[in-house]
Protein backbone atom coordinates (compact mmCIF):
# COMPACT_ATOMS: atom_id res chain seq x y z
CA UNK A 1 0.00 0.00 0.00
CA UNK A 2 1.21 3.27 -1.08
CA UNK A 3 1.30 5.12 2.52
CA UNK A 4 3.05 1.89 3.96
CA UNK A 5 5.33 2.00 1.60
CA UNK A 6 6.05 5.67 1.80
CA UNK A 7 6.14 5.68 5.95
CA UNK A 8 8.68 2.38 6.09
CA UNK A 9 11.19 3.95 3.57
CA UNK A 10 10.83 7.22 6.17
CA UNK A 11 11.28 5.23 9.79
CA UNK A 12 12.44 8.37 12.34
CA UNK A 13 15.93 8.26 13.82
CA UNK A 14 14.81 9.34 17.36
CA UNK A 15 12.05 10.11 19.68
CA UNK A 16 11.36 14.22 19.99
CA UNK A 17 10.66 13.95 23.39
CA UNK A 18 9.72 11.19 26.48
CA UNK A 19 6.90 11.05 28.35
CA UNK A 20 5.95 13.04 30.77
CA UNK A 21 5.19 12.80 34.42
CA UNK A 22 4.97 9.29 35.48
CA UNK A 23 2.26 6.66 34.87
CA UNK A 24 0.65 4.21 37.32
CA UNK A 25 2.09 0.65 36.55
CA UNK A 26 -0.13 -1.86 34.72
CA UNK A 27 -0.95 -4.12 38.01
CA UNK A 28 1.09 -7.16 36.87
CA UNK A 29 1.36 -7.08 33.13
CA UNK A 30 3.96 -8.15 31.00
CA UNK A 31 6.09 -5.49 29.09
CA UNK A 32 4.84 -5.58 25.80
CA UNK A 33 7.81 -7.05 23.24
CA UNK A 34 6.90 -7.19 19.84
CA UNK A 35 7.54 -4.65 16.56
CA UNK A 36 4.86 -4.22 14.57
CA UNK A 37 4.41 -0.31 13.65
CA UNK A 38 1.26 1.42 14.12
CA UNK A 39 1.91 2.88 10.63
CA UNK A 40 1.39 -0.99 9.36
CA UNK A 41 -1.79 -1.36 11.88
CA UNK A 42 -3.27 2.29 10.06
CA UNK A 43 -2.74 1.25 6.34
CA UNK A 44 -4.05 -2.63 7.08
CA UNK A 45 -7.51 -1.95 6.24
CA UNK A 46 -6.51 -0.31 3.19
CA UNK A 47 -4.86 3.08 1.33
CA UNK A 48 -8.25 4.58 0.28
CA UNK A 49 -11.60 6.56 2.07
CA UNK A 50 -13.97 4.73 2.48
CA UNK A 51 -17.68 5.46 3.90
CA UNK A 52 -17.08 4.03 7.58
CA UNK A 53 -16.60 7.51 10.06
CA UNK A 54 -15.04 5.15 12.76
CA UNK A 55 -11.82 3.97 11.69
CA UNK A 56 -8.93 5.61 10.70
CA UNK A 57 -8.40 6.69 7.35
CA UNK A 58 -8.06 10.58 7.34
CA UNK A 59 -5.31 9.91 9.98
CA UNK A 60 -3.48 7.46 7.57
CA UNK A 61 -4.25 9.56 4.83
CA UNK A 62 -2.95 12.72 6.81
CA UNK A 63 -0.03 11.18 7.99
CA UNK A 64 1.06 9.85 4.09
CA UNK A 65 -0.06 13.39 2.92
CA UNK A 66 2.98 14.91 5.52
CA UNK A 67 5.68 12.97 5.00
CA UNK A 68 5.16 12.93 1.31
CA UNK A 69 5.93 17.31 1.55
CA UNK A 70 8.33 16.89 4.30
CA UNK A 71 10.37 13.04 4.12
CA UNK A 72 12.57 14.13 7.20
CA UNK A 73 9.54 14.61 9.56
CA UNK A 74 9.20 13.09 12.71
CA UNK A 75 5.66 11.77 12.29
CA UNK A 76 7.84 8.74 10.90
CA UNK A 77 8.09 7.73 13.91
CA UNK A 78 4.94 5.61 13.25
CA UNK A 79 6.87 3.56 11.15
CA UNK A 80 9.47 2.18 13.29
CA UNK A 81 7.91 -0.66 15.74
CA UNK A 82 11.10 -0.81 17.85
CA UNK A 83 10.55 3.04 19.18
CA UNK A 84 7.93 2.49 22.15
CA UNK A 85 5.11 5.18 21.99
CA UNK A 86 1.58 5.51 22.78
CA UNK A 87 -0.58 7.10 20.10
CA UNK A 88 -4.16 8.68 20.72
CA UNK A 89 -5.65 8.14 16.95
CA UNK A 90 -8.73 10.51 16.08
CA UNK A 91 -11.60 8.77 14.04
CA UNK A 92 -12.88 10.30 11.28
CA UNK A 93 -15.51 11.38 12.65
CA UNK A 94 -13.49 13.25 14.79
CA UNK A 95 -11.68 14.72 11.97
CA UNK A 96 -14.53 15.59 10.46
CA UNK A 97 -15.91 17.54 13.44
CA UNK A 98 -12.79 19.23 13.69
CA UNK A 99 -13.13 20.95 9.34
CA UNK A 100 -16.77 21.74 10.29
CA UNK A 101 -14.84 23.81 13.41
CA UNK A 102 -12.94 25.27 11.46
CA UNK A 103 -14.26 25.86 7.95
CA UNK A 104 -17.79 25.86 9.15
CA UNK A 105 -18.87 23.52 6.56
CA UNK A 106 -19.87 19.59 7.34
CA UNK A 107 -18.39 17.85 4.31
CA UNK A 108 -20.07 14.28 3.26
CA UNK A 109 -16.52 12.39 2.09
CA UNK A 110 -13.32 11.31 4.03
CA UNK A 111 -11.48 13.03 1.19
CA UNK A 112 -13.33 16.46 1.57
CA UNK A 113 -12.71 16.81 5.19
CA UNK A 114 -8.80 16.09 4.42
CA UNK A 115 -8.85 18.77 1.47
CA UNK A 116 -10.39 20.98 3.99
CA UNK A 117 -8.10 20.51 6.54
CA UNK A 118 -5.14 20.97 4.39
CA UNK A 119 -6.76 24.10 2.85
CA UNK A 120 -7.38 25.54 6.33
CA UNK A 121 -4.26 25.12 8.09
CA UNK A 122 -1.66 23.85 6.18
CA UNK A 123 0.52 20.97 5.99
CA UNK A 124 2.82 22.76 8.68
CA UNK A 125 -0.15 22.36 11.29
CA UNK A 126 -1.66 19.10 10.23
CA UNK A 127 1.86 17.81 10.90
CA UNK A 128 1.81 19.45 14.51
CA UNK A 129 -1.06 18.15 15.22
CA UNK A 130 -0.40 14.60 14.15
CA UNK A 131 2.90 14.73 16.94
CA UNK A 132 0.85 16.08 19.47
CA UNK A 133 -1.28 12.79 19.37
CA UNK A 134 1.82 10.46 19.96
CA UNK A 135 3.60 9.84 23.30
CA UNK A 136 6.65 8.89 22.70
CA UNK A 137 9.05 6.44 25.04
CA UNK A 138 6.11 4.89 26.83
CA UNK A 139 3.58 2.18 26.07
CA UNK A 140 0.63 3.30 27.86
CA UNK A 141 -1.68 0.50 28.02
CA UNK A 142 -5.81 1.07 28.93
CA UNK A 143 -5.41 -0.27 32.21
CA UNK A 144 -2.88 2.12 33.21
CA UNK A 145 -4.00 4.92 31.87
CA UNK A 146 -7.05 4.36 34.35
CA UNK A 147 -4.83 4.26 37.01
CA UNK A 148 -3.70 7.26 35.71
CA UNK A 149 -5.79 10.39 36.83
CA UNK A 150 -4.19 14.23 36.32
CA UNK A 151 -1.04 12.24 34.93
CA UNK A 152 0.52 14.96 32.56
CA UNK A 153 1.83 13.31 29.01
CA UNK A 154 4.41 15.19 27.03
CA UNK A 155 3.88 14.80 22.98
CA UNK A 156 5.92 14.26 20.09
CA UNK A 157 4.94 18.09 19.35
CA UNK A 158 6.20 19.36 22.62
CA UNK A 159 3.32 20.34 24.26
CA UNK A 160 1.10 18.27 26.85
CA UNK A 161 -2.29 17.08 27.77
CA UNK A 162 -3.40 15.65 30.68
CA UNK A 163 -5.63 11.93 31.71
CA UNK A 164 -8.82 13.02 33.22
CA UNK A 165 -9.92 10.03 34.66
CA UNK A 166 -14.01 10.39 35.33
CA UNK A 167 -15.41 7.03 36.23
CA UNK A 168 -12.26 4.15 36.85
CA UNK A 169 -15.90 1.71 36.80
CA UNK A 170 -17.00 2.49 34.24
CA UNK A 171 -14.17 2.83 32.28
CA UNK A 172 -14.37 6.83 31.42
CA UNK A 173 -11.30 8.81 30.55
CA UNK A 174 -11.51 11.80 28.98
CA UNK A 175 -7.55 13.96 27.68
CA UNK A 176 -7.50 17.60 28.53
CA UNK A 177 -5.83 19.33 25.91
CA UNK A 178 -4.46 23.02 25.01
CA UNK A 179 -7.45 24.53 23.57
CA UNK A 180 -9.89 25.89 26.34
CA UNK A 181 -12.94 26.88 24.02
CA UNK A 182 -13.72 22.91 22.67
CA UNK A 183 -14.93 19.72 23.85
CA UNK A 184 -12.02 17.39 24.78
CA UNK A 185 -11.65 14.07 23.54
CA UNK A 186 -12.76 10.68 25.30
CA UNK A 187 -11.37 7.65 24.63
CA UNK A 188 -13.60 5.37 22.70
CA UNK A 189 -14.72 1.89 24.22
CA UNK A 190 -13.87 -1.10 22.18
CA UNK A 191 -10.95 0.42 20.41
CA UNK A 192 -8.66 0.71 23.18
CA UNK A 193 -5.63 -0.96 23.48
CA UNK A 194 -5.09 -1.17 19.49
CA UNK A 195 -1.72 -3.37 18.25
CA UNK A 196 -1.69 -4.33 21.74
CA UNK A 197 1.26 -6.93 22.52
CA UNK A 198 3.80 -4.43 20.53
CA UNK A 199 5.53 -1.68 22.05
CA UNK A 200 3.66 0.74 19.71
CA UNK A 201 -0.06 1.21 20.96
CA UNK A 202 -2.95 3.03 20.49
CA UNK A 203 -6.38 4.60 21.48
CA UNK A 204 -8.96 5.88 19.70
CA UNK A 205 -10.32 9.37 20.49
CA UNK A 206 -13.50 11.05 19.99
CA UNK A 207 -12.08 14.37 19.22
CA UNK A 208 -8.63 15.75 17.72
CA UNK A 209 -6.49 17.08 20.42
CA UNK A 210 -5.19 20.31 19.90
CA UNK A 211 -2.31 21.91 20.86
CA UNK A 212 -3.60 24.99 20.74
CA UNK A 213 -6.84 27.59 20.18
CA UNK A 214 -7.73 26.27 16.63
Same mark, same amino acid.
Do not use: C
Given at each position: ????????????????????????????????????????????????????????????????????????????? %? #?????? &? !??????????? *? /?? +?????????????????????????????????????????????? %? #?????? &? !??????????? *? /?? +?????????????????????????????????????????????? %?
Amino acid at each position: MRIRRTLSALVATGVVAGAGLALAPAATAAPPTGTSSLAALLASDGDTFDRSWRDFDILDQAVGAVLAAKPGSPVAV %L #ADGTVP &L !TAFVPTDRAFQ *V /LA +KDLTHRWYGTEQEVLTALAGAVGIDAIEQVLLYHVVPGATIDSGTA %L #ASDNAV &L !TTAQGGTFTVD *V /LS +KRWGIVQLRDQDRNDLNPFLVPGKLDLNKGNVQIAHAITFVLRPAD %L
